[in-house]
């Protein structure tokens, strides 16, 4: 992988040189996580008595403020003190976030922090919005999971709660260095392969308006320490939604699309709910001579609905690698 890198000095940028980049290597000094680490339970901010009746009079203002912008149909503060706020310590490094919106990230493998819009944060995780592994052998040696140590709580017997979410995470390592980072699943789910993810978002010097945007690529570099040889596929979801209770707002459609050098990928265009703006996510991939690519531009994640459930979506690709 070639990047442009910098030589600087005496307050000035050089002329371009090309860097080859291991994606696989990890720096020297990260902040670092096994997938398994338990959520600890983070101290709330409290004021002492003598402090609330100094601030009391400015908590009043502010609180009019906000009732007077809820009469108007519309939030008048960009901070509400007043919302409760949910806090994880399982925050790792974002996509994007400098400026123009950010999705945020756990060392786990979630997807969460939404602050897509201004003045509007949605904490909880979209479980839907994960990378899952597949690996068959030819000895007979079937893995898979999504990479992933959550269990959602999902109960229908055709949503998200049918795939293999079969990680424990006690072999699998989160490296943090923004704007990068690094997830090595050592082992896991199959004993004799070694699986590193490498995320990074685009923070280019004296480039503010692209570094801002919430973006992010996501590499995979595979070593195969058996004896035998293996076929992997590796399966990204992503679901039409921007966090909190967008997902249901409905109006929600997909398509296909192509591109250049063998980039093929879903545009999923969001219908948001009280009158913010429609959003396009676009998930692509490219294929060369050692990898294909193929799309399912949507599925049905829960509940009734007619068409291609989660579970259907997941038995396929399975169901194509035992073929294969």
């Known amino acids: 992988m070639l990047i442009n890198g910098f030589d600087e000095g005496e307050g000035e940028c050089r002329k371009h040189r090309q860097v080859k980049v291991d994606p ?80 945020g990230r756990s060392f786990k493998g979630e997807f969460l922090r939404w602050q897509l ?42 949503g998200i709660g049918s795939w293999d979410w079969n990680l424990s995470g006690q072999n699998s390592t989160y490296h943090g260095l923004y704007p990068r980072a690094w997830t090595v699943y050592d082992g896991e789910p199959d004993p004799a392969l070694r699986i590193v993810c490498r995320q990074i978002s685009p923070f280019i010097p004296h480039n503010y308006k692209e570094s801002s945007l919430p973006t992010a690529v996501f590499t995979f570099t595979l070593h195969n320490l058996g004896k035998t040889s293996a076929d992997v596929t590796l399966l990204f979801t992503w679901a039409n939604s921007a966090g909190g209770d967008s997902g249901i707002s409905g109006h929600h459609f997909n398509s296909k699309f192509r591109a250049e050098d063998g980039i093929q990928g879903v545009l999923l265009h969001h219908m948001t709910s009280k009158e913010l703006p429609s959003v396009t996510f676009a998930i692509a991939a490219e294929e060369n001579d050692a990898v294909h690519v193929s799309e399912c531009p949507f599925f049905v994640i829960s509940g009734d609905s007619q068409g291609i459930t989660a579970k259907d979506m997941w038995n396929e690709v399975k169901k194509v690698i035992a073929i294969a």
């Not at 100094?54 to 519309?74: F, N, T, V």
Request: hydrophobic fraction near 35%.
């Open 117 to 158: 819009f201004p003045r509007i944060c949605e904490d909880k995780p979209v479980l839907e919005n994960q990378f899952s592994i597949f690996v068959t052998r030819p000895n007979g040696e079937k893995y898979s999971t999504v990479l992933c140590p959550r269990t959602p709580n999902d109960s229908s017997a055709s």
């Open 24 to 103: 696989a290597k990890l720096p020297s000094l990260t902040w670092q996580r096994t997938l398994n680490y338990d959520d600890i339970s983070l101290s709330e901010f409290n004021l002492k008595l003598k402090e609330m009746v100094s601030l009391a009079p400015l908590g009043y203002r502010l609180w009019r403020c906000l009732q007077e912008g809820k009469a108007k149909g519309k939030e008048a503060l960009f901070i509400n003190p007043f919302i409760k706020r949910v806090y994880s310590s399982c925050q790792g490094v974002p996509i994007g976030g400098i400026g123009a919106g950010s999705i």
